[in-house]
């Protein structure tokens, strides 16, 4: 397909979203295709609160979500220009166990692995568990007789619960069952690649639909800190910490503006009296534009709902 520009992208991505699109920055079409049924394609709405509001944490006091470290300009910066950027829209995307990687785990887990302890565990530890070499090693360094078969299902154990754990999360992780067993098996072909593990699985790929991708965007990054739906927040609330529904931003900003504040950042206006601040959100500059435009896109053909 034929590369796009971002300045245009918000007209010409209308022709594969929702009627509901036409809402944002005044685009008009005829009537689009319509959204495939989650029960055929597997996407669903994300729904319910944020992961953050579930384990019922604020964001000034967590570390989950910041994985990238950096954040938009201040007020007083020079305002950012980019050049246009050329995006497509495709079909289906073809991602690496590294993608889904940065889609699902590095605004927590950064992009090494190592987490954010205590908070955030590394995820080096239980990868290298699931490596039969290295358990062989550690049944040696325990005292215990070399087993073959007791190396073998021990590796086996590790490995379906690290599976469990992706798939179901733990105390702190949010789950991820929007991720099916070829995108499982490829993330974790990567993340035996980024603990060294000896016997490191090929690298491995796996074909996603366009709203898959976007599903992957939102469900693996912005739910962690965005709750699906609510009131758009304003004045006192903006203020101390509120974080706008991911149905308010939608709402609120085109598909050019989106992705400009998720990958470059942009001052908020808020307070009261109001005034301009620096952003509170993590700029994600890990994420491609053609990224966070399937997540715009995704958002708009599955809306957010409430559980």
């Known amino acids: 397909m034929e590369p796009i520009r971002t300045a245009a992208f918000a007209t010409l991505l209308a022709s594969t979203l929702t009627a509901g699109l036409?809402?944002?920055?005044?685009?008009?079409?005829?009537?689009?295709?319509?959204?495939?049924?989650?029960?055929?394609?597997?996407?669903?709405?994300?729904?319910?609160?944020s992961w953050l509001n579930h384990l019922g944490i604020p964001f000034r006091d967590t570390s989950l979500g910041r994985g990238s470290g950096r954040y938009?300009?201040?007020?007083?910066?020079?305002?950012?220009?980019?050049q246009p950027v050329a995006l497509s829209i495709d079909r289906s995307v073809t991602l690496t166990g590294a993608d889904l990687y940065r889609l699902n785990c590095q605004a927590c887990h950064h992009a090494?692995?190592?987490?954010?302890?205590?908070?955030?565990?590394?995820?080096?530890?239980?990868?290298?568990?699931?490596?039969?070499?290295?358990?062989?090693?550690?049944?040696?360094r325990d005292g215990h007789a070399p087993d073959e078969a007791t190396?073998?299902?021990?590796?086996?154990?590790?490995?379906?619960?690290?599976?469990?754990?992706?798939?179901?999360?733990?105390?702190?992780?949010?789950?991820?069952?929007?991720?099916?067993?070829?995108?499982?098996?490829?993330?974790?072909?990567?993340?035996?690649?980024?603990?060294?593990?000896?016997?490191?699985?090929?690298?491995?790929?796996?074909?996603?639909?366009?709203?898959?991708l976007g599903e992957n965007v939102v469900k693996g990054t912005c739910h962690i800190?965005?709750?699906?739906?609510?009131?758009?927040?304003?004045?006192?609330?903006?203020?101390e910490g509120s974080i706008p529904a991911l149905s308010v931003?939608?709402?609120?900003?085109?598909?050019?503006?989106?992705?400009?504040?998720?990958?470059?950042?942009?001052?908020?206006?808020m307070g009261e009296p109001p005034m301009h601040y620096r952003g509170r959100m993590p700029v994600f500059d890990f994420l491609k534009d053609q990224e966070i435009a399937s997540a715009y896109s995704y958002l708009a053909a599955f809306p957010p709902q409430a559980k």
């Open 22 to 49: 036409a809402a944002h920055g005044g685009v008009h079409q005829s009537k689009p295709p319509a959204a495939p049924a989650p029960a055929a394609s597997g996407v669903t709405p994300v729904a319910g609160p």
């Open 72 to 82: 938009g300009p201040s007020p007083s910066d020079p305002a950012v220009e980019r």
């Open 112 to 140: 090494e692995g190592t987490g954010a302890p205590p908070e955030v565990r590394s995820v080096l530890p239980a990868v290298q568990g699931s490596s039969l070499e290295m358990m062989r090693k550690q049944l040696q």
């Open 151 to 212: 190396a073998r299902r021990r590796t086996l154990e590790a490995r379906e619960a690290l599976y469990r754990r992706i798939r179901l999360g733990g105390e702190k992780m949010p789950p991820h069952s929007h991720l099916r067993e070829a995108d499982v098996n490829a993330l974790y072909a990567f993340l035996t690649e980024l603990a060294g593990t000896p016997g490191t699985h090929a690298a491995s790929r796996t074909a996603l639909t366009w709203t898959q």
């Open 225 to 239: 800190c965005h709750d699906a739906v609510g009131p758009h927040p304003t004045g006192r609330a903006l203020l």
């Open 249 to 269: 931003v939608l709402a609120q900003k085109s598909v050019t503006e989106f992705v400009d504040k998720v990958r470059i950042g942009a001052p908020v206006y």
